[in-house]
């Protein structure tokens, strides 16, 4: 720690945790901001959620409402989940940042604003009639102007930068100014600057960077910094981890323990294409990727992997897994493992994009034709993806069956601490391939059954095409139990349908029953899956702080559904399901176990708040 940083720190006033909204252009580099604000706090050791909220429009014009692009990020001395309600701080770089995000900033907030992005023009283009700069229209909050651009230009002036290229280094000058408001150690940021960029470039961002910083120091427009002390994690190593590299990782590790290679066929769709971008760079852990030309190509390579041996993956989002269903029906039919990635986003069709839904429950459970049950696995938070993903990978290659794994856009872009995992402690989900024939004729000699059936799992036996005497014959035409041989027999058909569904439905043996946390004499009951467990945990426990009973239970199986959730339900007086989609998962438990579950719904392209939900269970006990 330098001299400053030290004088800094003594006069600092604690907190225990801010959460900053970065915000401005899609071309402000605000993303890049709140990551380097994001990786430096975790580096410091504290506890932090992320929402990087991204504009929908590829490229919206500059300056338009609709070009915003944001990043908001909850650091905090004691274990948290959500990236936090409202931002105690919201950093504007230009007029429509201000109207875009002005309504989250809670009262009474911090709002630091680039003012010299407020002309007349960018005015009219983030729809003002006036500059709020000039009335009182911001009076409930505490307003910081800053003229970043110009004094990012004559940071880099001496330098030789062009005022128009520095104008690009203003995001720095930001990050910089935050960075000593809440006593972030700058050492990390400069050395990553130094590696990142190149020249000009380089000097223009590294003098902004500091700019920003003694200007924290040496003005008056702030009384003094804050400090966020470290969080008090469990020991171990840490690292800052996005949903989609956990779930990459947690393939990469699936390979492993399975001592398979690892082939994934993909086609790029936001949000899930930094899942191909990570598996791409793991080679050396016999990981696969094909870009393949579409959704259906991409489904069918991963099965043809799965065939051959593989631990077959596509990964894509809500549109994509509609285009694959014909694929899935296949694997289901063929009985092979198959991971299917859907990172959810706002639909239906194209919808929106950049925006986290989870709506997919219906097509993953349903979405195929005929009866095609599969096994479907939802992921809750960015770190568990790496666990998720494992476990959707256990269950395809132990019963022989395509697993949908769900995730969506919040948990994909969304970032935190994770400890890194023992891998001894991981399980051993190793196969093994048929070698031999496995069956006697009645004339004695020996065949081999690629439908033959493991008693206890139902799977089929695997055999890797090119294993002398196994060969076998497949396709999407209905197989004779056993034989494998085409069969129009209805008798069949109606044995292996139910054969097929038999073996999902019997997974429920096999996965951890329903756990209930909080407290289990409670009138209400919460019942999540997916992303809204932050906001369902952040929620249980400022209500029960509050003095007010209430129980909660997390589903990561989807289907089968652990085997004691309908006693479990049954055991309350109330169920609310918070759901970001219309109630789908609500309305299946209403259907299989008969209880009044009611729903929370929001489909706004948002997760949910903890007041939301503080909000609702208010209500179900009135």
């Known amino acids: 720690m330098t001299d400053t940083e030290e004088r800094q720190t003594r006069r600092a006033e604690q907190l225990s945790h801010v959460v900053v909204r970065f915000a401005g252009d899609s071309g402000d580099g605000m993303q890049l901001t709140g990551d380097r604000f994001t990786s430096v706090s975790a580096l410091f050791g504290n506890d932090l959620s992320t929402f990087p909220d991204y504009p929908a429009e590829i490229r919206a014009p500059a300056g338009?409402?609709?070009?915003?692009?944001?990043?908001?990020?909850?650091?905090?001395?004691?274990?948290?989940?959500?990236?936090?309600?409202?931002?105690?701080?919201?950093?504007?770089?230009?007029?429509?940042?201000?109207?875009?995000?002005?309504?989250?900033?809670?009262?009474?907030?911090?709002?630091?604003?680039?003012?010299?992005?407020?002309?007349?023009?960018?005015?009219?283009?983030?729809?003002?009639?006036?500059?709020p700069l000039h009335d009182d229209f911001l009076s409930q909050y505490r307003v910081v102007e800053i003229p970043m651009t110009a004094l990012?230009?004559?940071?880099?002036?001496?330098?030789?930068?062009?005022?128009?290229?520095?104008?690009?280094?203003?995001?720095?000058?930001?990050?910089?100014?935050?960075?000593?408001?809440?006593?972030?150690?700058?050492?990390?940021?400069?050395?990553?600057?130094?590696?990142?960029?190149?020249?000009?470039?380089?000097e223009s961002n590294l003098a902004a960077f500091k700019a920003g910083f003694a200007f924290g120091e040496t003005t008056e427009l702030f009384d003094h910094p804050f400090q966020v002390k470290p969080a008090a994690l469990p020991p171990g190593e840490y690292t800052n981890i996005t949903g989609n590299v956990a779930l990459a990782w947690g393939l990469v590790a699936a390979g492993q323990l399975a001592k398979l290679p690892v082939f994934l066929g993909s086609y790029p769709i936001?949000?899930?294409?930094?899942?191909?971008?990570?598996?791409?760079?793991?080679?050396?852990?016999?990981?696969?990727?094909?870009?393949?030309?579409?959704?259906?190509?991409?489904?069918?390579?991963?099965?043809?992997?799965?065939?051959?041996?593989?631990?077959?993956?596509?990964?894509?989002?809500?549109p994509g897994l509609?285009?694959?269903?014909?694929?899935?029906?296949?694997?289901?039919?063929?009985?092979?493992?198959?991971?299917?990635?859907?990172?959810?986003?706002?639909?239906?069709?194209?919808?929106?994009?950049?925006?986290?839904?989870?709506?997919?429950?219906?097509?993953?459970?349903?979405?195929?034709?005929?009866?095609?049950?599969?096994?479907?696995v939802a992921a809750y938070s960015p770190s568990n993806c790496f666990d998720a993903a494992i476990e959707a990978a256990r269950i395809a290659l132990k019963y022989r069956t395509p697993v949908i794994l769900l995730s969506d856009g919040y948990l994909a872009n969304g970032s935190e601490p994770w400890r890194l995992p023992d891998p001894d402690q991981l399980p051993d989900i190793s196969v093994s391939f048929q070698t031999a024939k496995n069956h006697v004729a009645d004339d004695g000699t020996e065949e081999y059954w690629p439908y033959a059936r493991d008693p206890e799992t139902l799977a089929r036996p695997w055999a890797v095409p090119g294993t002398p005497g196994l060969m076998h014959r497949v396709g999407g035409i209905e197989k004779e139990d056993g034989t494998g041989n085409i069969s129009y027999s209805p008798s069949n058909h109606t044995t292996m349908v139910h054969l097929r569904a038999?073996?999902?439905?019997?997974i429920a043996a096999d996965i951890p029953p329903a756990a209930v946390v909080g407290d289990a004499d409670a009138d209400v009951v919460l019942l999540g899956w997916g992303s809204t467990w932050a906001a369902i945990?952040?929620?249980?426990?400022?209500?029960?702080?509050a003095g007010t009973k209430v129980a909660w239970i997390h589903l990561t199986h989807l289907n089968p559904l652990p085997p004691n959730l309908g006693e479990l339900l049954h055991g309350f007086k109330k169920v609310l399901v918070p759901e970001l989609n219309l109630g789908q998962l609500c309305r299946i438990v209403r259907a299989d176990y008969l209880v009044d579950a009611q729903s929370v719904t929001k489909v706004q392209g948002l997760p949910f708040t903890s007041a939301e939900l503080e909000n609702a269970i208010q209500e179900a006990l009135s």
Do not use: C
């Not at 285009?323 to 959810?344: M, N, R």
């Open 64 to 131: 338009t409402v609709n070009g915003v692009s944001s990043f908001q990020v909850h650091i905090s001395d004691h274990d948290i989940t959500t990236p936090g309600d409202a931002p105690n701080v919201l950093v504007v770089m230009n007029p429509a940042a201000l109207k875009a995000d002005l309504h989250r900033l809670e009262q009474n907030g911090l709002l630091i604003i680039n003012t010299d992005a407020f002309d007349q023009r960018d005015l009219e283009k983030a729809g003002y009639d006036h500059n």
């Open 152 to 202: 990012t230009q004559a940071a880099a002036e001496p330098l030789g930068v062009k005022p128009r290229d520095a104008e690009r280094s203003k995001n720095f000058f930001a990050l910089g100014l935050v960075s000593w408001l809440y006593s972030r150690p700058v050492e990390p940021t400069l050395e990553w600057i130094e590696g990142r960029f190149k020249d000009l470039v380089k």
């Open 270 to 318: 936001t949000p899930a294409s930094d899942i191909l971008h990570e598996l791409s760079k793991h080679k050396h852990f016999g990981v696969r990727t094909v870009q393949a030309e579409d959704e259906i190509a991409a489904a069918g390579m991963a099965l043809g992997s799965a065939f051959a041996g593989h631990l077959g993956v596509t990964t894509t989002s809500g």
């Open 322 to 376: 509609a285009l694959k269903s014909e694929t899935v029906s296949l694997a289901v039919s063929l009985e092979l493992p198959l991971v299917v990635v859907d990172i959810q986003r706002g639909g239906p069709s194209t919808g929106l994009p950049t925006k986290t839904e989870a709506a997919d429950l219906n097509i993953a459970m349903f979405g195929r034709h005929g009866e095609a049950p599969l096994p479907i």
């Open 502 to 506: 038999a073996k999902v439905a019997g």
């Open 537 to 545: 945990d952040a929620a249980m426990q400022r209500t029960r702080r």
